[in-house]
């Protein structure tokens, strides 16, 4: 255990200092790396020696970025991987057999699903979804054959919020393998391994980069588990870039202040919007009105930077909000510094039947908010001035 606090580790966590004496970690950018002798590469080749071989297995950068994670989330292990994506995908990979079944929330991120109904069936992994706001299902879905438990809260882009520690107790209970996508959340806000989660993941995408730079995806947890997925990883080559964990890694360093703004922003914006005659519903983790608010509050540090509305005119009321801002950005990305509109029924999401969409409250007005780090004022008169042509 680190005794320090979240944001002096978040500082503080740095690769060792190279000869030069730098004061911030430099990019280390190399392919692989040099052994003084054939005994010292015979050793680290057969994991007798601990240290860096080549940048497809660990890499200085790599290694302090998931260092921090792993303060960050309380978890003993870590792997980095290239996108968010890499990261689903590999954890499922390492550790799932043909015959296997996967017990999933059916509120999951677009591509998650993908993996679920295009991917995994070929290989004959089948996957079976639950629904969140109702646990007192969830046993009867486990079979003999169920293997692991896959959930996103808050969920993107319903909002939806997961009991975790119902979760993790039903996990231990039948002795399954849960992981949890901590994205929405960061481990600022939330702590899924305090809760029962085996592994976390996360697109580093999101509110880690913070800046809409660069793509990166991490898995944390269970050492027995983070090995079996390092070494999947090792073979099949989804790692992250130096570059990326060098970029990545100073975003953390600013990740409890960035956050906290995000969540005063958004906030501020939860209030101005409630009221507006062109919005059918607002939804926040964090407001009194959301169905999972006591939830929320028990789990979560603070509501977070994303929110949603429904505006009136569906599909078309949807996109003419969307061509109404003038300052927040039209763009899939979510967590960045800027403000970003999304409908997820004619992007995202619109893969998705109408009903699996309407089943994860994905209705055609819906619209996502990422709100940003501009001043809460310019983000409220620009939506407020988009919604306004609604009326
Ligand atoms: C909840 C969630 N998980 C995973 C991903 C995939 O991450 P990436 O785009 O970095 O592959 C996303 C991307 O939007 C996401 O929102």
């Not at 499922?92 to 993908?114: C, K």
């Amino acid at each position: 255990m680190n005794p320090k606090k979240f944001e002096t580790n978040a500082v503080r966590t740095q690769a060792a200092r190279s000869q030069h004496d730098e004061h911030s970690v430099p990019l280390y950018l190399t392919s692989s790396f040099v052994f003084d002798d054939a005994e010292e590469m015979r050793a680290s080749f057969a994991e007798e020696k601990q240290r860096n071989i080549y940048s497809r297995f660990t890499n200085p950068n790599t290694n302090e970025f998931v260092e921090k994670i792993c303060q960050m989330e309380g978890a003993a292990d870590g792997c980095a991987f290239a996108t968010g994506m890499a990261a689903v995908f590999g954890t499922f990979a390492a550790l799932l057999n043909s015959g296997d079944h996967i017990l999933s929330a059916r509120a999951v991120f677009g591509s998650t699903h993908g993996l679920f109904t295009k991917i995994f069936p070929k290989w004959n992994i089948e996957t079976t979804y639950f629904d969140i706001a109702d646990l007192d299902n969830f046993e009867a879905f486990i079979t003999p054959k169920t293997k692991m438990i896959y959930a996103e809260s808050p969920t993107n882009p319903g909002l939806q919020i997961l009991d975790l520690e119902r979760l993790g107790a039903l996990a231990k209970k039948h002795n399954l393998i849960l992981v949890i996508d901590n994205c929405f959340a960061t481990p600022y806000l939330q702590l899924p391994i305090a809760f029962g989660a085996d592994l976390v993941i996360h697109s580093a995408t999101k509110l880690i980069d913070g800046q809409g730079r660069v793509l990166g995806g991490v898995t944390v947890g269970r050492t027995d588990l983070i090995q079996e997925i390092n070494a999947f990883a090792r073979t099949t080559g989804p790692a992250m870039s130096p570059f990326n964990a060098w970029t990545l890694s100073k975003s953390l360093e600013t990740l409890a202040v960035r956050v906290d703004r995000h969540c005063d922003n958004a906030e501020k914006i939860v209030t101005s919007l409630l009221e507006h005659e062109a919005i059918e519903a607002v939804r926040y983790p964090f407001h009194k009105d959301h169905p999972q608010y006591a939830i929320a509050k028990k789990q979560m540090k603070r509501g977070g930077n994303i929110i949603t509305i429904q505006v009136k005119g569906g599909i078309d009321g949807g996109k003419k909000l969307m061509d109404g801002v003038k300052m927040c950005s039209r763009s899939s990305n979510l967590g960045d510094s800027r403000t970003i509109v999304t409908q997820p029924a004619i992007s995202t999401h619109s893969k998705l039947t109408v009903e699996d969409r309407l089943a994860v409250g994905i209705t055609d007005g819906l619209v996502r908010i990422s709100v940003g780090l501009e001043h809460p004022d310019d983000i409220i008169q620009d939506l407020t001035q988009a919604l306004n042509n609604l009326k």
